[in-house]
Every structure is written in structure tokens, then in C-alpha cells.
């Protein structure tokens, strides 16, 4: 009986900790400086093809300047997780967060070394379970509402096919008063099994 409610309560304590971090539904409220395609495709769902060109038409993609930022708004306050982004293999790109829009902290930052492709687009995620994890941008889980991409250096031939967050609604993070509850059921309906 000990060791049934002993795995329980390490059950409940530990549902926050399990991945239950899902795709945020963002959209993009600001993009700065001058780019091809619409900005829309940097969180269509559509990853590009590792060694694509950099150019393509899925991606937003740009020339001779550092300057465009893209920010995604989630629309409320996150547990930010884990990001996914697709970027051109030879630049270096940064990833700043906020809750409110005023004040940015980096999250990461993307070197060129960080891919394993030698041309075109590249993969990369913060998931350790992700076939793409690279350890080096791996972050320890943050409260945001906006989440913010830029280039940084490279050759000046600059894209990014893909920026995907992922989380879990602040306000939906079950309380620990809840759990302790749904511990203390689960307990009781074993203990009642086990004296039948």
C-alpha cells in the first residue's frame, strides 16, 4: 500500500514536468526592416526540407542587411518550453523574449557552427526528444506573451523558414493544492481497493 501511494504522489508531483507542451497558436504582431514574402509564413507549420534553398517560396528571405526582427504574439502569458526555427545554415540568429513587449532577454542564440547541413536550411529545436535537439540553445522554461526572432551575422543572404514556440497557457498550469487533491483521491480509491 506504501509503495502504491508513494508512486502515486511522484506521479501527480511530476505532471507538471511532463510534456505536455503543445504548439502555441501566435501570430505575428510586428516585422521591422525589408523582406520577400509575406511574414506570415514563419509560423505556417510548413518546415522547410534540410539543404532546401535558402530562397524558396516558403521562406521569409532577405539580402544585405541584419535588420528585419519578427515578433510572435501568443496572445497571453506562456510557459514557453521549447522552439522550433529553420534558418539558413551559415547565419547566426537570436531569440529574445517578453511579457510585455517592453523588455526583451535572450533566450538564445543560433550560430552558424550549431547546424549539421553544409548548404541551404537548416533545423534546429530546443526538444530533447526532437531528431533536431541541439544542446547548445537549450533553455530553462520562461514565462512570455512575445517571442521575438533576428538575424545577427552571416553572409548576408538571410531566411527563416519556420519559428514555432511551444508551452502551455500560464493560468491552465494545474495549481499544487489541485494535485495535492488528486493525490490524496487516488490514494483513497487504492487504499479501498486494497481492503476489499
Same mark, same amino acid.
Given at each position: ?7 502515486? %504522489? ?13 504548439? /502555441?497558436?501566435?501570430? %505575428?504582431?510586428?516585422?521591422? +526592416? ?9 509560423? !505556417? ?9 535558402? #530562397?524558396? +517560396? ?11 526582427? @519578427? ?16 534558418? !539558413? ?18 533566450? @538564445?542564440? %543560433? ?8 548548404? +541551404? ?15 547548445? /540553445? !537549450?533553455?530553462?522554461?520562461? #514565462? ?10 552571416? !553572409? ?10 511551444? +508551452? ?12 495535492? %487533491? ?15
Amino acid at each position: 500500500m506504501k509503495r502504491l501511494a508513494l508512486a502515486v %504522489i511522484t506521479l501527480v508531483l511530476m505532471l507538471p514536468n511532463l510534456s505536455n507542451a503543445t504548439l /502555441i497558436t501566435s501570430s %505575428i504582431v510586428s516585422s521591422t +526592416g525589408s523582406f520577400n514574402n509575406n511574414a506570415a509564413l514563419l509560423n !505556417d507549420g510548413i518546415i522547410p526540407v534540410e539543404s532546401t534553398l535558402w #530562397q524558396a +517560396g516558403t521562406n521569409v528571405w532577405w539580402e544585405d542587411s541584419f535588420a528585419p526582427t @519578427f515578433t510572435l504574439d501568443f496572445g497571453d502569458l506562456y510557459n514557453l518550453n521549447d522552439v522550433l526555427v529553420s534558418v !539558413d545554415n551559415n547565419d547566426s540568429y537570436e531569440i529574445t523574449w517578453s511579457d510585455d513587449l517592453a523588455s526583451w532577454s535572450n533566450l @538564445f542564440t %543560433i550560430n552558424s557552427s550549431y547546424g549539421e547541413v553544409t548548404w +541551404g536550411m537548416d533545423t534546429f529545436s530546443t526538444d530533447i526528444l526532437h531528431s533536431e535537439y541541439i544542446a547548445d /540553445i !537549450d533553455f530553462t522554461t520562461v #514565462q512570455a506573451r512575445y517571442l521575438r526572432i533576428k538575424a545577427i551575422n552571416g !553572409d548576408f543572404g538571410i531566411s527563416i523558414g519556420e519559428f514555432q514556440a511551444f +508551452g502551455n497557457k500560464v493560468s491552465e498550469v494545474p495549481e499544487p493544492s489541485t494535485l495535492a %487533491i488528486f493525490a490524496l483521491g487516488m490514494i483513497g480509491l487504492a487504499s479501498r481497493r486494497f481492503k476489499k
